[in-house]
């Protein structure tokens, strides 16, 4: 679905990696990110899974190394504990600060937001969908 849309809307700033994501961390400069995109990540909800999560405090490590100061780090679920997962993880590094004023922060989409098909689904499927902003101290 993505290619289609890359062509159709003429991108040439994308870059498609069909690998695993944390593979990049070693191979990217230094402070060479603006802003981190997670979105729907797999919650991995099963206690035996949960080392399994995307965010984690060793991949937050690897955020710092890669992110530019002020970089920014937005995360979108619609599973509650992994929200609360996320926003333990990062509040308990003091080289991130959340990024909310209010609670509309964080229950509406941010300002340049595109749509996904996720959610869409969860949209439809009547679940909450949590929006998380982290800024790089």
């Not at 991995?44 to 984690?56: I, N």
């Not at 922060?105 to 009547?126: F, I, L």
Request: charged share 35%; aromatic share 14%.
């Amino acid at each position: 679905m993505l290619l289609p849309r890359l062509a159709r809307e003429n991108l040439s700033n994308v870059k498609i990696f069909m690998d695993d994501a944390r593979i990049l961390f070693d191979v990217l400069p230094d402070a060479s990110l603006e802003k981190f995109f997670l979105l729907f990540p797999d919650p991995w909800p099963k206690l035996r899974h949960k080392r399994r999560r995307f965010v984690s405090k060793k991949n937050v490590e690897c955020f710092k190394k890669i992110l530019k100061s002020n970089g920014l780090v937005y995360v979108a679920t619609d599973v509650e504990e992994y929200a609360r997962h996320v926003l333990k993880i990062f509040n308990n590094d003091i080289d991130f600060s959340w990024e909310v004023n209010s609670a509309d922060d964080w229950r509406q989409p941010w300002k340049d937001w595109v749509s996904t098909r996720y959610y869409e689904k969860a949209k439809r499927a009547g679940r909450k969908i949590t929006f998380l902003i982290f800024k790089r101290r």
